[in-house]
């Protein structure tokens, strides 16, 4: 592992390591350009742009031949991860919750990750993880955290219960935590370690599984991708679903749209909750045909807008008058609105239906309606596409779809 690390620029702060500065998932707030570039489909940078920043100004960005880096100092992180690891045998704990509020935190200072990315008692049902490390709850975790008690337990049992976890939240990497031993459980490897013995080499070992385990996706990254896509659209649907307040519904809704614009080949949002001399605006799209074509937005043009409604009834004729002045008045010529119990008329061809018709058959303008129930048949981008396809054509060619 030593011989990862090398200071090839003399940096003062001695020898590091590039290491991967994305992250596996769609994060739309974490999507942004460094340097002139965005991540790679899929992924997301693992800091907010203004702490991104601070390490590029702190020159701790590299920006290599494919993508930026983030250089990890060996000298600050290992001794900071051996010391915090050998402390554990020493002290004395009382219960299992005074044992994660001692590591959990500090552990996610050292490997990188901010406060915000701590979410405690995470899971559904009966499976419950301690914490995770992730860019949001409703996102896959990075890293799923277990914490054990002082009486032990068979190794074997953790490595299956944290397997479950890994399975049904897809999750990269598993750490259980007890005061004499740290497991790390990937999808395919694991190494234990008795910290009692732990040595600054072993610390190493374990900067070496996650550098490893984080890098690179898997060769099955076309599956993986597809069905970490179909968990998470699934994830974003239930929490927007279960959300209560007015403002946490918006924000759930909204996220589920960035997630599914973001990840279509070609579409990006450019801007959300953008405010102009006479509206708001939920969400922008762009369309760059340099990066594929989509037949559907070679004919609308280069923007879209988004309207999200996460409301308990049907969005009604007057909303969906709002929402076409902001396609008027921005001379865009498609539009889709997120409603969770789509919009009046369905049946009877009145209503909210009516308006969206009527502008077709007047200007052109496309307008097309998700409600959870059409989300619940989507599973990655291809499909959210070709459903955006089919609706289009409803409208152009008045059938009952």
């Known amino acids: 592992m030593s011989a990862k690390y090398a200071n090839p620029d003399d940096d003062p702060r001695g020898a590091y390591i590039l290491s991967e500065l994305t992250v596996p998932g769609d994060n739309a707030s974490r999507r942004y350009r460094l340097g002139g570039t965005l991540p790679p489909a899929g992924r997301s940078w693992r800091f907010d742009e203004p702490d991104l920043a601070k390490l590029e100004a702190d020159g701790r960005i590299v920006f290599s031949v494919d993508r930026p880096k983030f250089k990890r100092y060996l000298n600050e992180t290992r001794k900071a991860l051996h010391n915090l690891l050998t402390s554990l045998p020493k002290t004395t704990f009382r219960s299992e919750l005074e044992i994660i509020k001692k590591i959990v935190p500090k552990l996610a200072q050292i490997l990188g990750y901010d406060e915000q990315e701590i979410f405690y008692d995470y899971?559904?049902?009966?499976?419950?993880?301690?914490?995770?490390?992730?860019?949001?709850?409703?996102?896959?975790?990075?890293?799923?955290?277990?914490?054990?008690?002082?009486?032990?337990?068979?190794?074997?049992?953790?490595?299956?219960?944290?397997?479950?976890?890994?399975?049904?939240?897809?999750?990269?990497?598993?750490?259980v935590v007890s005061p004499n031993t740290f497991l790390l459980v990937s999808n395919h490897l694991e190494a234990q370690f008795n910290l009692r013995e732990l040595s600054i080499n072993q610390t190493e070992e374990i900067l070496k599984f996650l550098e490893e385990v984080f890098a690179e996706e898997p060769n099955n990254s076309t599956t993986l991708a597809k069905r970490t896509l179909y968990s998470s659209i699934e994830n974003l649907i239930e929490a927007a679903e279960v959300a209560t307040t007015n403002k946490e519904k918006g924000k759930t809704l909204e996220r589920l749209s960035q997630f599914l614009i973001d990840n279509a080949p070609s579409l990006s949002c450019k801007y959300t909750n953008l405010i102009t001399r006479s509206s708001e605006i939920d969400i922008v799209i762009e369309y760059d045909s340099a990066k594929g074509s989509i037949l559907l937005f070679e004919d609308v043009g280069r923007y879209s807008l988004v309207e999200c409604k996460n409301w308990s009834k049907p969005v009604g004729a007057s909303t969906v008058r709002d929402f076409l002045g902001k396609l008027e008045k921005t001379k865009t010529k498609m539009g889709i609105i997120f409603a969770k119990r789509g919009i009046t008329g369905a049946e009877s061809g009145l209503d909210a239906l009516e308006e969206i018709r009527a502008k077709f058959s007047r200007d052109g303008v496309f307008v097309v309606v998700f409600s959870f129930e059409d989300l619940r048949g989507i599973n990655d981008s291809k499909s959210f596409l070709e459903a955006l396809d089919v609706k289009a054509d409803n409208l152009r060619f008045a059938t009952q779809g």
């Open 123 to 175: 899971g559904r049902g009966r499976l419950r993880a301690d914490a995770i490390f992730s860019g949001s709850i409703e996102a896959a975790p990075w890293i799923i955290l277990e914490i054990k008690g002082l009486r032990g337990g068979p190794i074997a049992d953790w490595i299956d219960q944290v397997r479950r976890y890994l399975n049904s939240f897809d999750g990269r990497l598993a750490i």
